[in-house]
């Protein structure tokens, strides 16, 4: 074990200030003995100077007796314990250097050491930029793939797509004929009416004998389903009059059976729709007949 | 005179009858108030109703898709496979909820026509009547 740590026993954890404060103690009072043992000498309490520098000391003037080799052995005791304490204050001293160099690099190292957290959050920040602007990439290139293996599954015509979109829009169930104010009973669902004018009512009517509505469709002809159909059409593709029957529900009246009619118009020729609509004032609808 | 419904209902071959039904009723789904109906009478709780709404997904295929007059009527069928949709149609103010934004995305496009007609002042009349 080194000196120092024999020296200072179980407090090896004092810090170098410490230690040399402990050591300069030491020498203190070294002195004070070394200066006592001085005092005791009669040569010197004779002395007048020597005594009142002692007494300013508070070192008392008690002349002993004391033999000349007693008292050379103890002045060399306390010359070596001097010297001793000199070379562990000397130790320290360049401990302490050491320690102040080893500081300043721990601090530069603290310094460098956060720059470099901050450069590594600074990446981290942008791959996760990259990761998301990436993953939503991904994300819509999938959905592209999927709808072009649908559409190639699909096999349509552009002629099939063509006369489905004029399907849809003729009867203005995708969007809103131009005319469209709130108190137009037109909607982009089938109404009341519809779904009681259609062949799913009359299915429950005959099965379960559930009372008819208060306005019966009446049975028809195969003409008269087309002049029928056209009221239909007149009370949904015009403003809305009151047709000879008067159908008075309301749209919160609780449907019995769901019914379109709009099925017979697909039924029937889509001419009497085209004409319909051409007759209306909208401009949106398409006047070209196939 | 042949009396149509019963030459339907009778005479017809099934199959078409069973067409016809179905696609009715499909085409109904897009009604909110009528979707409403159903979740009040219970309806939308039945297990053999939601099997049933399983089954009709078909018609989203394009053999069938072309007789679709109400497309909506396909995207609230794919709501209603969902429980959660179908709990909440039972509230009324859901399904007037509905209905609004149903009808607001169906001027949608209208509405933009017109405005586009408006500021472009193209000859054709374009009604200014913005609902």
């Given at each position: 074990?080194?000196?120092?740590?024999?020296?200072?026993?179980?407090?090896?954890?004092?810090?170098?200030?410490?230690?040399?404060?402990?050591?300069?103690?030491?020498?203190?009072?070294?002195?004070?003995?070394?200066?006592?043992?001085?005092?005791?000498?009669?040569?010197?309490?004779?002395?007048?100077?020597?005594?009142?520098?002692?007494?300013?000391?508070?070192?008392?003037?008690?002349?002993?007796?004391?033999?000349?080799?007693?008292?050379?052995?103890?002045?060399?005791?306390?010359?070596?314990?001097?010297?001793?304490?000199?070379?562990?204050?000397?130790?320290?001293?360049?401990?302490?250097?050491?320690?102040?160099?080893?500081?300043?690099?721990?601090?530069?190292?603290?310094?460098?050491?956060?720059?470099?957290?901050?450069?590594?959050?600074?990446?981290?920040?942008?791959?996760?930029?990259?990761?998301?602007?990436?993953?939503?990439?991904?994300?819509?290139?999938?959905?592209?793939?999927?709808?072009?293996?649908?559409?190639?599954?699909?096999?349509?015509?552009?002629?099939?797509?063509?006369?489905?979109?004029?399907?849809?829009?003729?009867?203005?169930?995708?969007?809103?004929?131009?005319?469209?104010?709130?108190?137009?009973?037109?909607?982009?669902?089938?109404?009341?009416?519809?779904?009681?004018?259609?062949?799913?009512?009359?299915?429950?009517?005959?099965?379960?004998?559930?009372?008819?509505?208060?306005?019966?469709?009446?049975?028809?002809?195969?003409?008269?389903?087309?002049?029928?159909?056209?009221?239909?059409?007149?009370?949904?593709?015009?403003?809305?009059?009151?047709s000879p029957q008067p159908l008075s529900q309301t749209s919160m009246d609780s449907p019995k059976t769901p019914v379109t009619a709009s099925l017979q118009r697909e039924a029937s020729a889509e001419e009497p729709d085209v004409e319909m609509m051409s007759s209306d004032e909208s401009t949106t609808s398409s006047s070209d007949d196939e | 005179m042949s009396i149509l419904p019963q030459r339907i209902l009778?005479?017809?071959?099934?199959?078409?009858?069973?067409?016809?039904?179905?696609?009715?009723?499909?085409?109904?789904?897009?009604?909110?108030?009528?979707?409403?109906?159903?979740?009040?009478?219970?309806?939308?709780?039945?297990?053999?109703?939601?099997?049933?709404?399983?089954?009709?997904?078909?018609?989203?295929?394009?053999?069938?898709?072309?007789?679709?007059?109400?497309?909506?009527?396909?995207?609230?069928?794919?709501?209603?496979?969902?429980?959660?949709?179908?709990?909440?149609?039972?509230?009324?103010?859901?399904?007037?909820?509905?209905?609004?934004?149903?009808?607001?995305?169906?001027?949608?496009?209208?509405?933009?026509?017109?405005?586009?007609?408006?500021?472009?002042?193209?000859?054709?009349?374009?009604?200014?009547?913005?609902?």
């Amino acid at each position: 074990m080194d000196p120092l740590a024999e020296r200072f026993g179980e407090a090896k954890e004092l810090s170098t200030k410490h230690k040399m404060l402990a050591v300069l103690d030491e020498v203190e009072l070294i002195y004070e003995s070394l200066l006592s043992l001085l005092a005791s000498q009669p040569a010197v309490a004779a002395d007048p100077t020597a005594n009142s520098y002692l007494s300013a000391a508070k070192i008392p003037v008690n002349p002993e007796p004391m033999y000349p080799e007693e008292f050379e052995k103890a002045i060399i005791e306390l010359a070596e314990l001097l010297a001793e304490r000199q070379i562990d204050f000397t130790k320290l001293a360049a401990n302490a250097q050491k320690e102040v160099e080893m500081n300043v690099a721990i601090q530069a190292l603290v310094v460098e050491s956060d720059r470099l957290k901050e450069q590594v959050i600074a990446l981290q920040l942008r791959l996760k930029e990259a990761e998301q602007v990436l993953a939503s990439a991904l994300h819509a290139a999938r959905q592209k793939t999927d709808t072009i293996k649908a559409a190639d599954e699909a096999q349509l015509t552009l002629d099939e797509i063509i006369r489905y979109a004029h399907r849809i829009s003729v009867g203005f169930s995708a969007s809103a004929p131009p005319n469209w104010l709130p108190g137009d009973p037109r909607r982009p669902y089938p109404t009341d009416l519809e779904m009681r004018a259609g062949i799913l009512a009359r299915q429950l009517d005959n099965n379960q004998g559930i009372p008819p509505p208060q306005n019966q469709i009446l049975p028809l002809t195969t003409d008269g389903l087309t002049a029928t159909t056209r009221e239909y059409l007149g009370s949904n593709a015009g403003p809305y009059t009151m047709s000879p029957q008067p159908l008075s529900q309301t749209s919160m009246d609780s449907p019995k059976t769901p019914v379109t009619a709009s099925l017979q118009r697909e039924a029937s020729a889509e001419e009497p729709d085209v004409e319909m609509m051409s007759s209306d004032e909208s401009t949106t609808s398409s006047s070209d007949d196939e | 005179m042949s009396i149509l419904p019963q030459r339907i209902l009778t005479d017809e071959d099934p199959q078409r009858t069973r067409f016809q039904v179905e696609l009715e009723f499909v085409q109904c789904l897009a009604n909110p108030h009528y979707l409403n109906f159903l979740a009040q009478h219970g309806y939308l709780k039945e297990k053999s109703f939601i099997n049933y709404l399983k089954y009709l997904q078909y018609w989203k295929q394009p053999e069938y898709i072309q007789f679709i007059k109400y497309p909506n009527c396909l995207t609230f069928l794919d709501l209603l496979q969902h429980e959660a949709f179908r709990r909440e149609l039972a509230n009324p103010t859901c399904a007037r909820f509905i209905d609004d934004q149903q009808v607001l995305f169906w001027q949608h496009y209208t509405r933009q026509r017109n405005t586009l007609l408006q500021t472009t002042g193209a000859p054709e009349q374009a009604k200014t009547t913005d609902p």
